[in-house]
């Protein structure tokens, strides 16, 4: 459908008025993120450079092209930031959460825990090992770190994240050493992580919901924890398990079945790129006890007929179109994890410490939030007139690039020249005498 042309130039005209109070938007997201941290000057103006230069679709997003992105004159200054200037992760993180829900609201929360793997190259960089993961389904030289995302039916953003070092790590007390990595951060399960995020964001949100995939929902300690606090939750279980039946112990595919033909319904997921995702759906395994009531819930693919199998408690009894909606918003902490690696780099840091990480991820949830925030507001303001779709995360980058990119001119181009230049004058010659140092 082509938009006429005075729709179009309407509608352009909306945008450019809008995306003026952009610049102010980011600000004020920074300025309440960052302000209640006692942060030095120095650092809190580089931290503020920072989340604004990962915003931009630069071709490659380091410290380096950070950098030249915010007009200093060397990577230093965001190394330093990142290492070793003085910056509470935890007051961090605790202001980014706040302000997400405050922006985001607190009605119809569902709280979504998934990880995500970063692959990387190496040994040397925190957490990384040969291990599973669900970015490319496979065993992948990578690390891995599990997230929170904060979602209601208005938008969704990341809050929280823990790095998850594997056993291969927390065995080696020198390596954990070397890469910084605190005493008291010693191994934990990926349900185990997940559960301190959660029970940190059910401080604020204590009537939220909780989903999770298999990982977290074949964990018998982190659902009793969700059950004794009251939370509702709908988490993936495997199509093996097994349930006490009057038939004896039977796995929930065989369970699945045994289920009528009237007994399946069909509900949408929530609408997706493509539209409404309907599915047919059954209730099983009706369980009441002092804490709640469980469910077995089950999903079949209208197409394939491929069924997937859901963990389900609440404190009171619930329809199937509720528990139907908090599973269909998990899959917002996939768009998540895409929209913070496509827009804001969550995966192409090159640091190797634990400090250094958990800053740079950070400093991409907030940058991430800003957009997430940012489309909410539009779209409250402004809802897409005929022809066009609402401003998208994506879209709402690419403008704040292309209006507000400021271009620091042809000598700080030709310094960047110099300086990568002679910087890897010296790179070469460090490996040049490490590779003779070795030779016998």
């Known amino acids: 459908m082509v938009v006429k042309t005075k729709n179009a130039q309407a509608a352009a005209a909306a945008t450019s008025v809008a995306a003026q109070r952009w610049p102010h938007l980011l600000n004020q997201t920074i300025d309440t993120v960052l302000a209640p941290h006692p942060a030095r000057p120095e650092t809190r103006a580089t931290a503020r450079q920072v989340i604004s230069a990962l915003l931009p679709p630069l071709t490659r997003k380091n410290c380096w092209t950070l950098a030249e992105h915010a007009g200093h004159p060397s990577p230093y200054r965001t190394q330093h930031l990142l290492a070793r200037a003085g910056l509470d992760e935890n ?15 607190t009605h119809d929360v569902v709280l979504v825990v998934d990880e995500t793997g970063h692959i990387k190259q190496g040994i040397n960089t925190v957490g990384v090992a ?59 399960t990926k349900p185990e992580l997940a559960g301190q995020m959660i ?33 509702g939750y709908v988490m993936e279980m495997s199509a093996t398990d097994r349930l006490t039946t009057p038939r004896g112990p ?9 289920v009528p033909h009237q007994g399946w319904q069909k509900r949408s997921a929530g609408a997706g790129s493509k539209g409404e995702r309907f599915y047919d759906w059954a209730l099983i395994d009706d369980v009441v006890d002092e804490r709640g009531v469980r469910w077995v819930l089950i999903r079949r693919n209208r197409t ?46 090159q ?7 958990h800053r740079w991820s950070l400093l991409v949830m907030v940058a991430y939030a800003f957009v997430a925030v940012c489309r909410l507001r539009e779209l409250c303001a402004h809802p897409p007139v005929a022809g066009l779709v609402a401003l998208t995360c994506n879209e709402i980058s690419c403008l704040m690039h292309a ?21 890897q004058v010296r790179a070469m010659g460090c490996h040049w005498r490490r590779r003779a140092a070795s030779q016998p």
């Open 91 to 105: 007051a961090l993180t605790a202001a980014l959460r706040g302000y997400v829900i405050e922006q985001l609201g």
């Open 130 to 188: 040969r291990q599973y993961t669900g970015t490319t389904g496979q065993v992948e030289n990578c690390q891995v770190a599990v997230y929170l995302a904060y979602t209601t039916p208005a938008g969704h953003a990341l809050v929280d994240h823990r790095l998850y070092p594997p056993l291969s790590w927390t065995d080696d007390l020198a390596r954990l050493h070397k890469a910084g990595v605190p005493d008291t951060a010693g191994f934990a």
């Open 199 to 231: 029970a940190a964001a059910l401080e604020h949100v204590p009537h939220a919901w909780v989903a999770g995939d298999e990982v977290y929902g074949r964990n018998p300690d982190l659902r009793a924890y969700l059950e004794q606090r009251g939370m």
């Open 250 to 258: 039977l796995a929930v595919k065989e369970l699945a079945v045994l």
């Open 304 to 349: 394939t007929g491929e069924p997937a199998f859901f963990h389900c408690f609440a404190p009171a009894p619930v329809s199937l179109s509720r528990l139907v909606a908090v599973a269909g918003r998990r899959w917002r902490v996939e768009e998540s994890f895409q929209q913070g690696k496509g827009l804001a780099g969550l995966d192409e840091h």
């Open 351 to 357: 640091v190797r410490t634990w400090t250094s990480w």
């Open 403 to 423: 209006l507000f990119t400021v271009e620091h001119g042809r000598e700080h181009a030709l310094a960047w020249s110099v300086f990568r230049r002679s910087h």
